[in-house]
């Protein structure tokens, strides 16, 4: 029993300690690191020692022990603790009364009219904001559920990278610096003659390692370059909410987690709906396991689907559904009301 505990002490101590040590490493050099930039993204799978070792706490007295374990510990609820806090709603106006907003990456090769069904599954909501839309997916959704929206605009493309809204209410484009990136763009939502409010429908470049390593360029650098593209997409576009006049909206598939410079960067003019109302992690990629070339694909390990806003309208529900058709991403659907 002595060898034993000791073996679990030990075990405890250098899960301990590689955990620190790289978080230490993450506060200083953030996604400077390519390597470091990429294990980032997956954070909450670094905290399932605690599965293990926190059961046996009642059976090991051992201080070193208790020590070893409250320091892991401490890090996740210092990270993760407030996604698993009771919320209520907080107090907002009436009128002009909440909105109901959805994002959602119908996935560009999506060829089912069951993608487009996603939006009506998920109610109808007031304002439904997409990614990767192509001539097919316009089609789709269109035939689906168009009559239900008066107000459209639709910026398709032949690669995938295509945006999309619908909404209930009045919107209009608006130039932004943001897109000369190809990957923003930014409306003027009227819910009121006098309450407007800015739309951005973002999907920045992503990390696919799985692409990665068939395009004839070092693998590092392409994963380097992804997170400096984020990285500065997000100074730029946290440099020009910071200069709008009207409440914000940032919605879309940022491909980026909330451990990352580039979602730090967006914070630093931005509240986060989950963060703010939602319950559990909230990961909403990938949306099913399966297997890339060989490769298996565990269902839901990030969160890259987001709602973010400025501090004139308050976060009242935030879910991630589970129906998302043929798309690889679950939609995110957050009721949106205006601070009291």
């Not at 040590?21 to 993450?26: D, F």
């Not at 819910?191 to 395009?215: A, K």
């Not at 490769?295 to 559904?321: E, G, K, N």
Request: hydrophobic content about 45%.
């Amino acid at each position: 029993m002595t060898f034993t505990r000791s073996m679990l002490i030990l075990l405890l101590w250098l899960y301990c300690t590689a955990l620190l040590l790289w978080w230490g490493a993450h506060l200083i050099w953030g996604d400077s690191i390519w390597w470091l930039a990429l294990s980032t993204s997956f954070t909450p799978l670094f905290f399932l020692p605690l599965c293990f070792f926190l059961p046996l706490l009642p059976l090991l007295g051992n201080p070193f022990y208790w020590v070893g374990a409250l320091l892991p510990t401490t890090l996740f609820l210092l990270l993760y603790g407030g996604l698993f806090l009771p919320k209520s709603a907080p107090l907002h106006r009436t009128d002009p009364p909440p909105f109901t907003l959805m994002t959602f990456n119908m996935l560009g090769t999506s060829r089912k009219a069951e993608t487009a069904q996603v939006i009506r599954e998920n109610g109808l909501p007031d304002i439904v904001v997409l990614q990767e839309m192509t001539p097919m997916l316009r089609r789709l959704v269109l035939q689906e559920v168009g009559d239900e929206y008066p107000y459209t605009a639709f910026d398709v493309t032949l690669n995938n990278r295509g945006l999309g809204v619908l909404s209930r209410f009045p919107i209009h484009g608006l130039p932004t610096d943001m897109l000369v990136e190809l990957n923003c763009r930014l409306y003027q939502v009227d819910v009121t003659p006098s309450e407007p409010f800015l739309l951005y429908n973002c999907h920045p470049r992503s990390t696919n390692i799985f692409y990665f390593f068939n395009d004839g360029v070092p693998f590092d650098r392409q994963v380097q370059e992804s997170f400096t593209a984020r990285r500065l997409w997000s100074e730029r576009l946290a440099a020009e909410v910071a200069q709008q006049t009207l409440p914000v909206l940032v919605v879309g598939d940022f491909n980026t987690t909330d451990q990352s410079d580039a979602y730090h960067q967006l914070r630093s003019q931005l509240l986060d709906a989950h963060r703010s109302i939602g319950w559990s992690f909230g990961h909403t990629f990938p949306a099913e396991t399966g297997w890339f070339r060989r490769i298996p694909i565990v269902a839901r390990q990030v969160r890259i689907d987001m709602v973010l806003y400025t501090p004139t309208f308050v976060a009242l529900q935030s879910r991630v559904s589970a129906a998302h058709g043929e798309s690889d991403h679950l939609p995110l659907v957050v009721r949106m009301g205006w601070r009291q």
